[in-house]
């Protein structure tokens, strides 16, 4: 599905990994270099994709490195990463990043991939602030030195009252098309989006940043890096698959319910729930992928609450139990076995029905087993569905 179909997210991140990293001098761009076994642009993305909201992920990398970034990244498995090429600024790279963005976001956030442990709820408390107030918010930490201004031969002019400085962090947030337009209109170069976004005439609200997002930009900095993933505090993400199977027979006094779209004309399912067998599969192939259990251990059919319930609550339970969980669904794939209904007319429609309800892509394939078996006497249906996700790993 593309980035910018139905069911794509409304919040998009730019990682701007495209800087040399010549303070840090490791001979490679920064983005590249490793801190304990990963680069520093796999560590930025963790976070993000630890995330219970669904983020579109923009990734820019130098012009030289981008397949490399793609293949690090598996980003040609994930519809919702883009990686694009950067430009010789940071300004220039974060407006190439900007113009990636699908047209259905409507916050979008700016991230230094050289800020890679920033945590996860850094994202969330600002892409919420500027939801909640319609402008710009950055994260930001007090000043713990004094601050002189001293002219240009050094010599000291004034101790500047710090309790009025804030040291800025990212991700910085700010509503899309303001955004869009603040770049457009841009004719300096500025050391941070939110000073781009300012000059353009925009509020900006400061909210409490976190010491875990210092930027790496120093020799010094990448040892600090290399403490925090030694000692867990930026544990690594893993990526887990999970199975699930349904079968249903059919039951022609029932209407059709499958995928959470009705199909006038088909025979129904029979089931405790509505019987979609579609939307079935897909909860234990997600309950399967984040360890949480199965639809009959969730949803018992002795429980009230579920008789008759539609796929719809069944997935958006399910889409709770793995966000409490802390798991992030980067995709599922679902097979349907039977003769009947034929999936092919609705097939766009079916998969971006559920791409909402699992905030993610799916994919829906269909198939018959050449009238062998129940299936192929046109006795019922056997949906199979396999999913992706992302969790904390030890
Ligand atoms: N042309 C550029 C320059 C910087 N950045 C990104 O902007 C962030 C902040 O820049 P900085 O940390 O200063 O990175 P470098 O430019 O790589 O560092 P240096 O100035 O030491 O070369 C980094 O994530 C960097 O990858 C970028 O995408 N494109
Ligand atoms: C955006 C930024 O990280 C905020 O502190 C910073 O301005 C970028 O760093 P640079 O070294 O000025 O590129």
Redesign the pocket.
Known sequence: MPAGGVGAPTRAVVV?????????AQGR???FVEVAGRTILEWSLRPILLSPAPWQVVV?VPSDLVDEAAALLGSSGNGFVTVVA?????Q??VARGLAAVGPRVTTVLVH???RCFTPTAQFEAVASGVEALGHGVVPGLPVSDTIKRVDAEGAVVATVDRSELVAMQTPQGFPRAELDAAYAAADDEHTDDAALYEAAGHRVTVVDGHAEAF?I?TPWDLSRAAMLAAEGTASPTALRTGVGIDVHAFDPAEPLRLGTLDWPGEQGLAGHSDGDAVAHAIVDALLSAAGQGDIGSRFGTDDPRYAGASGVVFLEATRRILTDAGARIANVAVQVIGNRPRLAARRTELEEALAILVGAPVSVSATTTDGLGFTGRGEGVTVIATALVSVASD
């Open positions: 701007v990994a495209a800087g040399s990293g010549t303070r840090l761009p920064k983005a820019v950067g430009s010789a600024t940071r220039g790279s230094d991939s050289a930027k930009t």
